[in-house]
């Protein structure tokens, strides 16, 4: 009798051990399946590395789409070339991912690879430029800059400025680098000067793409140096590029500031993110620059986390921004009905 006593005791002590021990291992599998589940893998295609702009805004991603913050994130650097774009995205389709972030090069060419994902049931996040796809439903949302609106503040600050030294408009004699043509940051900004060249009549010498890049910038200023003798004012499409014509300007040996009325080149920019740029513009070699904001890494965060709650966030989700300039007459332009105040750097 005693010895069946123990041997119910140790059969019931051994059970609950095994029970104990199973649901020890369901509760671990468990655990670790609900944190995997957790985890959101976003396959973010990036255009390439042309600025400093371009690099800051990379940081902002993956600092935003970190494993910090839940994220596997597959980066793709697509050097500057639209088919390793397209390469990306399809690899990422193949790989499953929840979501794919694109910052697309160009505007067009976008609408197979997108249908290929939109046919995967893999939402698309655009983000920075645009695309221009004739079915917008095959992407959820884009953030980014109004990239026109840029444009046509640096030109009514130009107008303002030209005004408030009595030029005339016959005299305003324009240089124009461009950026990477067909992408909606040049498109934009492009557009925006030449609305204005039309209405006041300013003359545009010449235009050319500096690809947003510093040494183009530095090779299409020295080439419109050396067929136009009365440029005074440069417009480039970035500050990368802005860099680039100074430069040049200086080797041509002659002198970049506001001062145009006295033979200086006035040199006006975009983006307000490079630090040598923005020393430039203390110093008065860049008169001004239209705020292009790349932190879109939380932008994009967000965007997410609306999509998996279910919700819908809006189409097109705009990034406000400012002017920088050290010519500290002019403290405000205005487009439209709509005043902007300029931010006066010293
Ligand atoms: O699309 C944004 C533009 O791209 C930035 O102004 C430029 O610097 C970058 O390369």
Not at 106 to 125: Q, R, S
Not at 202 to 227: C, P, Y
Not at 257 to 276: A, H
């Amino acid at each position: 009798m005693k010895k069946t006593v123990h041997l119910t005791a140790i059969l019931l002590l051994l059970a609950t051990f095994l029970v104990a021990c199973r649901s020890s291992t369901v509760s671990e599998t468990s655990t670790s399946a609900e944190s995997e589940k957790k985890m959101i893998t976003v396959g973010f295609s990036q255009l390439g590395a042309e600025s400093d702009w371009r690099s800051t805004n990379t940081d902002s991603m993956l600092e935003a789409l970190s494993k910090e913050n839940g994220y596997t994130l597959i980066y793709k650097n697509g050097q500057q070339k639209q088919a390793n774009q397209v390469t990306a995205l399809r690899m990422f389709i193949q790989q499953d991912v929840d979501y794919i972030v694109l910052a697309p090069e160009t505007e067009t060419g976008w609408d197979f690879v997108l249908k290929e994902a939109k046919d995967a049931g893999i939402p698309v996040i655009i983000v920075d430029r645009r695309v221009d796809v004739e079915d917008r439903s095959l992407y959820s949302c884009w953030v980014g800059s109004d990239f026109e609106l840029e444009g046509t503040k640096m030109a009514a600050w130009i107008h303002e400025y030209t005004q408030f030294k009595g030029i005339a408009d016959e005299d305003v004699h324009i240089a124009h680098i461009q950026g990477t043509l067909g992408s909606t940051a040049q498109l934009g900004r492009t557009r925006g000067l030449q609305n204005a060249a039309r209405e006041y009549g300013w003359n545009i010498l010449a235009q050319e793409s500096g690809d947003f890049t510093e040494v183009r910038g530095k090779e299409v200023m020295s080439s419109f140096l050396r067929q136009y003798d009365n440029i005074n004012i440069v417009y480039c499409e970035n500050d990368n590029e802005a860099i680039g014509a100074i430069s040049a300007i200086e080797a041509f040996g002659k002198k970049v500031g506001p001062d145009i009325e006295n033979g200086e080149i006035m040199v006006v920019s975009f983006d307000g993110i490079n630090q040598d740029a923005m020393q430039y513009l203390r110093e008065g070699k860049i008169s001004c620059i239209a705020e292009c904001n790349p932190l879109h890494g939380p932008r994009v965060q967000a965007l997410i986390e609306m999509l998996e709650k279910g919700e819908e966030p809006e189409k097109y989700n705009y990034v406000a921004e400012t002017l920088f300039s050290s010519v500290s007459e002019i403290k405000s332009i205005t487009v439209g009905d709509k005043t902007y105040d300029v931010d006066i750097v010293k």
